[in-house]
Nanobody, 116 residues
Framework: QVQLVESGGGLVQPGESLTLSCIVS?????????ATWYRQAPGKRREMITS???????NYADSVSGRFVISRDNAKNTVSLRMNNLKPEDTAVYYC?????????WGQGTQVTVSS
């Protein structure tokens, strides 16, 4: 059973930064998997914003490229998302995702609100 637990969401002002974390178990699956962050804003479809391959190679959606940084720590079973220069349009529920064995596994989501 693959489990993902996100943390780190909150309320911040525009221009501030926030770091989200996602702990994945079991470790042997995490190390061999691509991990992805999605977000879903109110009234909008869930969108992929960034992912990181098992070798550490990242990729980013245009909407977050240059502001967000994804990283992984295989020793801690953790994938992190550092979000810089946050904007009101970044307000959403952020989800961690990991595909494995033909299934998609999701965390419970963490709310990020950017507002002055």
């Amino acid at each position: 059973q693959v489990q993902l637990v996100e943390s780190g969401g909150g309320l911040v002002q525009p221009g501030e930064s926030l770091t989200l974390s996602c702990i994945v178990s079991p470790r042997n699956i995490f190390r061999r998997s691509t991990a992805t962050w999605y977000r879903q804003a109110p009234g909008k479809r869930r969108e992929m914003i960034t992912s990181i391959f098992s070798d550490g190679t990242p990729n980013y959606a245009d909407s977050v490229s240059g502001r967000f940084v994804i990283s992984r720590d295989n020793a801690k079973n953790t994938v992190s998302l550092r979000m810089n220069n946050l904007k009101p349009e970044d307000t959403a529920v952020y989800y961690c995702n990991l595909p494995w064995g033909g299934n998609d596994y999701w965390g419970q989501g963490t709310q990020v609100t950017v507002s002055s």
